[in-house]
């Protein structure tokens, strides 16, 4: 190991407990819809909506949270997120023994370990930059998303094989055993951050709290043109991914092993995406990086719906590969400059209203892919939901990214979220 991973002992235990984590949040997400396909025989919309439930939370409950976060010791409440998960997936298969597996519990579970991811995202979000120095943020944020990438691609890849190996239920033990995994990791932490702006401020209600977070978002350019971008983005990627197992296994005829394998392959372009963005960023610039990971590669998902049997998989591996390396690099340069650029009594806010808006247009993107692929045909959803990623991308070249070389370091303006500075020189305009 090297780098952060050698010498900091507490980033290392939240590395390991992130990316198991997100290993068991992988296999889920392929776990769950393949059980619902293959052994409950769910239509197409049924699908869908089951993938929707996952991301519902984002919606329901993801401002309060952030208002949580900034009022309260983040490691705690991480730890909460990381036990919900664990208790629930070890709890299916001993439901389903009796015979009481179907789409309805499989929903419930999916909104209920959808709040808790709800929760420790935005807990660990806004608890990276009370662990590491400035310095160590962005590559503290590059090691954590290339983690997870290769934990979502490994988990997909062990999602198909559970269900096909160890049946519908019995799939759901891995996840609970990596959950509880995280759960270990975090409980070694030492470093005990201060409680959030204790005796800083007299306590003030959630609703005013939260319209604070939202009129960050909502006052400045910069979070304001990420955030919508973000929204119609997963708009896309969640319409097609929603559909695509059904697309897979029912259209171009593979097993869901097979499915499982060709995600994972798909999945390594996160891997790549990482590794590659910072030494990118620092040549063009944080700003043209953006435009590069998040517009030119993601139009690769043009190839996904021309996908057949055979050969034909190749053309989903590429355009795969590419959306999923354009996402990860994405998030790993809006990870930076969040931390940076936002004051950090407001970032658990900032997250949650951030995440509220993009995040909360997944759910929405899962019912649209199922609607349209009920409606028109999966093939014909695809094709219009894969068009919309890079159109997505769209929003950020009417946007100062366009004309800047670096994405801002540093707000300027009002902390509490009520002003929109006006974009600064130093910040890399031209």
Not at 34 to 53: E, G, K, N, Q, Y
Not at 268 to 287: M, Q, S
């Amino acid at each position: 190991m090297t780098g952060l991973l050698h010498r900091h002992r507490d980033f290392r235990l939240l590395w390991c407990g992130e990316t198991a984590g997100k290993f068991g949040s992988a296999v889920t997400r392929v776990t769950m819809p393949l059980i619902a396909v293959a052994t409950l025989r769910a239509d197409t919309f049924a699908v869908a909506l089951l993938s929707a439930c996952g991301w519902l939370p984002w919606l329901l409950i993801g401002l309060p949270v952030g208002v949580w976060v900034d009022r309260l010791p983040r490691r705690p409440l991480m730890l909460g997120a990381a036990a919900v998960p664990a208790v629930l997936f070890a709890a299916v298969p001993l439901i389903a023994r009796s015979g009481g597996l179907g789409l309805g519990l499989l929903i419930a579970v999916a909104l209920l370990t959808g709040a808790a991811a709800v929760l420790f995202q935005t807990a660990y979000s806004a608890y990276l930059p009370t662990l590491l120095d400035p310095a160590d943020q962005p590559e503290g944020n590059a090691k954590l998303h290339g983690s997870a990438s290769a934990a979502q691609l490994a988990g997909q890849s062990a999602g198909g094989l559970l269900v096909q190996l160890a049946g519908a239920a019995g799939g759901l033990l891995a996840p609970a055993a990596t959950h509880l995994l995280s759960l270990l990791c975090l409980l070694g932490i030492r470093h005990r951050e201060p409680r959030p702006d204790a005796g800083q401020r007299a306590p003030r209600s959630l609703v005013a709290e939260v319209c604070e977070g939202l009129r960050l978002v909502a006052g400045d350019v910069w979070f304001r043109t990420l955030t919508l971008f973000g929204a119609a983005s997963n708009l896309a990627l969640m319409g097609y991914q929603s559909i695509l197992p059904v697309f897979l296994v029912r259209e171009v005829g593979l097993s869901p092993g097979t499915v499982g394998i060709l995600l994972a392959v798909a999945g390594t372009g996160g891997v790549a995406g990482a590794f590659a963005v910072r030494r990118t960023a620092a040549r063009i610039g944080t700003a043209r990086a953006t435009l590069l990971f998040e517009l030119a590669l993601p139009t690769v998902a043009l190839l996904i719906p021309l996908t057949t049997g055979g050969p034909g998989v190749l053309l989903y591996v590429v355009g795969g590969f590419g959306v999923s390396a354009g996402v990860v690099a994405g998030n790993v340069l809006k990870a930076g400059f969040q931390q940076g650029y936002c004051p950090p009594a407001l970032l658990g806010r900032l997250t949650a209203g951030s995440a509220f808006l993009s995040y909360g247009t997944l759910p929405l993107g899962a019912l649209l892919g199922g609607a349209l692929g009920a409606g028109l045909g999966v093939r014909t959803a695809l094709w219009i939901t894969t068009a919309g990623v890079p159109l997505a991308a769209l929003i950020l070249l009417a946007s100062p990214v366009r004309t800047a070389r670096d994405l801002p370091t540093r707000r300027t303006g009002p902390a509490d979220g009520r002003g929109a500075p006006e974009p600064r020189r130093g910040a890399g305009l031209r």
